[in-house]
């Protein structure tokens, strides 16, 4: 069974500094996808970045990049030149060939002015 | 233009009612899936359909069904609505193959059974 553990149910960040948010996984598929989603106050789940498994090169996507490690099975997110705009929960996923997505249980980000 | 649609965006009922949410999207997807967020914001799959074709059905209880009468639309009808269904239901579709493979989410629908 596939399972993701987010171990940081909250973190805070001074404004333009750097945080970093872990995310472990565990799954029995060879292929499957990684993905990080955001969910501001508004409620509505924001893709943020996303890797697939087979690809050795961490994914980024501007001030947004991970540190995939496949053989510990851990998919950190970081975040750099913190804004207040990234104020969010975060969630990590796995998604195997089934389409099946499982989500951590989320990481409260506090961006401190 | 909205990708993921779903409405009503909240509701509040009472607690034996049956009630509908309805989701559609635009984007061609053959995929599309309910979750259901607790109020500790746990996210968890409900269903998945492809093509109209249920591919998903995790541990819920058989008060939910969902209905898709096409492709483009999902839609999640609730009977007999319990105290523990009040929770944010999310829509979302995918295109299963495509290199991309995200999982693009409706707003959410605010349900609270009082």
């Known amino acids: 069974a596939q399972t993701v553990t987010q171990s940081q149910p909250e973190m805070s960040v001074q404004e333009a500094e750097t945080v970093t948010l872990s995310c472990t996984y565990d799954t029995s598929e060879s292929d499957y996808y990684l993905f990080w989603y955001k969910q501001p106050p508004s409620r509505q789940m924001i893709l943020v970045i996303r890797?697939?498994?087979?690809?050795?090169q961490n994914a980024t996507e501007n001030r947004f990049s991970v540190n995939f490690q496949k053989a510990a099975k851990s998919f950190s997110l970081k975040i750099s030149d913190s804004q207040l705009g990234d104020a969010a929960m975060y969630f990590c996923?796995?998604?195997?060939?089934?389409?099946?997505?499982?989500f951590g249980k989320g990481t409260r980000l506090h961006i401190l002015p | 233009d909205t990708a993921v649609s779903q409405t009503p965006k909240y509701l509040v009922t009472q607690m034996g009612n049956d009630k509908s949410i309805k989701c559609e999207q635009n984007?061609?997807?053959?995929?599309m899936y309910w979750y259901k967020q607790d109020s500790k914001k746990f996210l968890k799959i409900m269903f998945s359909?492809?093509?109209?074709?249920?591919?998903i059905n995790e541990t819920v209880p058989n008060r939910f069904s969902p209905k898709s009468p096409d492709k483009a639309h999902l839609n999640l009808h609730i009977n007999s609505l319990e105290l523990g269904d009040s929770a944010v239901y999310f829509c979302?579709?995918?295109?299963?193959?495509?290199?991309?493979?995200?999982?693009?989410f409706g707003p959410g629908t605010r349900l609270t059974v009082l």
């Open positions: 979302a579709s995918s295109q299963p193959g495509s290199r991309e493979n995200e999982q693009f």
């Open positions: 359909y492809n093509n109209k074709e249920l591919i």
């Open positions: 984007l061609g997807h053959d995929t």
């Open positions: 996923a796995t998604m195997n060939r089934d389409d099946k997505i499982i």
């Open positions: 890797q697939e498994a087979y690809k050795q």
